[in-house]
């Protein structure tokens, strides 16, 4: 089902086949497809089996697969493999996250492909870049652990995996990073190209802080919850219920802390006026400002800080994001209905272009719903889709 929405279209024109599961490869689809991309899906016969996933997976395939057609193919059928090759032998750009090797046994490699279409972009999502490691099988969580950053999240000695597929969906932006290069290349050139963008070279991206830290310093970074902040006021406070986030990053918000708070005693300490300063005295520091914190509720410190300038959170969870006025009242949320007919709002794409937020037609698409359409547009007859269908290479 389809719910009109307005915004540019950078991307119209672009013509993208999708072989992809899970979230890694959908989620460069998904961005894509809400850049205005035409967007087609090639789901197995019977769909993929994420939209079957259930618990922490219920809620990949809605979020992952908006914006994009879906058709349905027995790619080990070898007229439902040409009607895949003929939908790419006019493609702008091919994105996949199987296993390494999977395309290749498929005839859908890149080296096979670019002979008909030396225009293609060809985007290999996967766990590890050419290396050591490229044949091993890689997950999120796999990447946050050999990585490093499950040992940065988690208190010492208890790694602990990001509360989001951080990895995949951030592995996924790299690979529209990648596809978006290449076609300012093709631009100049006329050529096509393989890219590539892994979850563990993701992970390490996003870690090079902490690398950078320990050849700064000499000291390897410690885990979060007991490093050393580089600001003596940036932690979670508690106050009458429910409690709030709060960060004073330079010496003017700490002049402008001081004030609204009253705090006249440590203001006249001219000691900790420099942050450094009051890093190194954040033990005599921080006691203070837990009990002042501590006489508020939440609604009274969220309007005390409100407009000052000063950095600060109420800590939220997922589910209140829907109701959000922020989100609501910027087009934050799209409204998206989903397989079991009931419509939501889910994330749009937070960026702004000319003043508008980028989206196409917001569709989660049944199973094989474009099959048909697809397979008329690369010139194959009604007779000949029925037969196929008949004989099981598509549904």
């Not at 044949?135 to 602990?160: H, I, K, S, W």
């Not at 002049?255 to 300490?269: H, P, Q, V």
Request: charged share 25%; with cysteine; net charge negative.
């Amino acid at each position: 089902m389809t719910e009109t929405s307005g915004g540019p279209t950078p991307l119209a024109g672009l013509k993208v086949v999708e072989f992809t599961h899970m979230v890694m490869g959908p989620a460069v689809g998904a961005i894509l497809a809400s850049l205005g991309a035409d967007v087609i899906r090639v789901e197995p016969i019977g769909g993929d089996r994420t939209r079957r996933l259930v618990g922490s997976g219920s809620g990949y395939f809605p979020m992952y697969n908006r914006h994009k057609e879906s058709i349905s193919l027995n790619l080990k059928d070898p007229e439902g493999l040409d009607v895949a090759k003929k939908l790419v032998a006019d493609a702008d750009i091919l994105v996949e996250n199987y296993r390494p090797g999977a395309m290749d046994r498929l005839g859908l490699g890149y080296d096979v492909l670019s002979e008909t279409n030396d225009r293609l972009i060809y985007c290999s999502e996967k766990g590890f870049l050419p290396g050591p490691y490229e044949n091993r099988t890689a997950l999120d969580e796999v990447a946050q652990m050999m990585g490093g950053l499950a040992y940065m999240t988690g208190p010492p000695g208890q790694p602990l995996r990001a509360g989001s597929s951080v990895i995949d969906v951030t592995g996924g932006m790299f690979g529209v990073i990648a596809i978006l290069a290449a076609v300012e290349e093709r631009h100049r050139t006329g050529k096509g190209q393989k890219v590539q963008s892994s979850l563990f070279e993701t992970t390490i991206y996003m870690i090079g802080q902490h690398m950078a830290q320990k050849a700064v310093t000499g000291k390897a970074a410690d885990p979060m919850p007991a490093r050393i902040s580089a600001w003596a006021i940036y932690d979670v406070f508690q106050t009458k219920d429910d409690p709030v986030f709060i960060g004073v990053v330079t010496d003017a918000l700490w002049e402008k802390f001081c004030k609204l708070f009253a705090l006249d005693e440590l203001w006249a300490d001219e000691s900790i006026r420099e942050n450094n300063n009051r890093v190194a005295a954040r033990d005599r520091i921080m006691p203070q400002i837990r009990d002042l914190i501590s006489g508020f509720t939440r609604s009274e410190l969220i309007e005390k800080l409100e407009g000052t300038g000063l950095p600060f959170a109420p800590i939220a969870r997922p589910e209140d994001m829907f109701d959000d006025p922020h989100l609501n009242a910027s087009g934050g949320l799209e409204p998206v209905t989903l397989d079991t007919g009931e419509k939501t709002k889910l994330p749009a794409l937070p960026i702004e272009m000319n003043g508008s937020r980028p989206s196409a037609p917001v569709q989660l698409s049944a199973i094989g719903e474009h099959t048909d359409a697809r397979l008329a547009s690369i010139g194959i007859s009604p007779e000949e889709i029925v037969r196929l269908r008949e004989k099981g290479a598509i549904s």
